[in-house]
């Protein structure tokens, strides 16, 4: 009975932290876009991008403090990016995005914490989808259309609702603090995809993938490997 408390309580610490994380890099993050704002360039943006795909695989090989600068820098750099729809889109617009979000965060990370199914036995499936994707968003760039605009943005929102899902449900695993800064990174990433293919959804009149959801997928690809 004492381990099996013990074993709680360390659940609870843990996810506590990595929520904590995930909260402090989405301020962080909104912080760098609005601050993007005064200065903002695509070429910076993916520049910044890349630096942040250098990172995923930087961090783990780094613990401690050092992973946890790591961490915050990477989600400034991918933050970056979001200036463009603060440019682009009216506050209406990208509110509602948010609000879109957060919903979907809420209700998909409560799904992954409560359910009793396993869902990392969807993880290869999700991987496929998410290569599948990516090379979709780059075919795209040679040949957009609004069709296949809506199909990836669409198709974007399922995967990583359901890649959230799973992340939320593998914080019940992490027994270190070194584990919950990386569970944050995955979960960041889940949500700021999501804001990403939530704002391509609402302008409809867009025929054009954002270039920042290839590099922010393609994050999300090199942290599940």
């Known amino acids: 009975m004492d381990i099996a408390l013990n074993r709680q309580e360390q659940i609870i610490t843990y996810q506590g932290k ?3 994380m995930i909260g402090r890099g989405l301020l962080i993050a909104t912080a760098t876009a609005f601050v993007g704002t005064l200065f ?3 070429l910076l943006s993916l520049v910044f991008s890349l630096g942040g795909l250098g990172l995923i695989f930087y961090m783990q090989r780094l613990s401690g403090d050092q992973l946890r ?10 933050g970056y990016g ?5 440019l682009r889109y009216s506050g209406e617009q990208v ?6 979000t957060g919903g979907t965060y809420f209700i998909t990370s409560w799904y992954g914490q ?3 199914t396993d869902l990392s036995q969807f993880s290869g499936m999700l991987t496929f989808a998410l290569i599948g994707l990516i090379i979709t968003s780059v075919f795209s760039i040679f ?3 609004t069709m296949l605009s809506w199909i990836i943005n669409i198709g974007g929102v399922i995967i990583f609702s359901v890649l959230n899902a799973v992340d939320s449900q593998q914080l019940k695993y992490v027994s270190s603090d070194d584990e919950a800064v990386m569970a944050s990174v995955g979960i960041y990433l889940n949500v700021i995809n999501l804001f990403s293919f939530f ?3 609402i302008d409809r009149k867009s025929t054009r993938l954002n270039s920042s959801h290839r590099c922010i997928s393609y994050a999300v690809f090199c942290l599940k490997k």
């Open 95 to 100: 509110f509602q995005a948010f609000a879109l």
């Open 143 to 145: 040949f957009a259309s």
């Open 114 to 116: 409560r359910t009793k």
């Open 40 to 42: 903002y360039s695509p």
């Open 69 to 78: 600068i790591a961490y915050y820098a990477f989600t400034a750099l991918l």
């Open 82 to 86: 979001l200036a463009s729809y603060l």
């Open 18 to 20: 990595a929520y904590n």
């Open 199 to 201: 704002m391509s959804i």
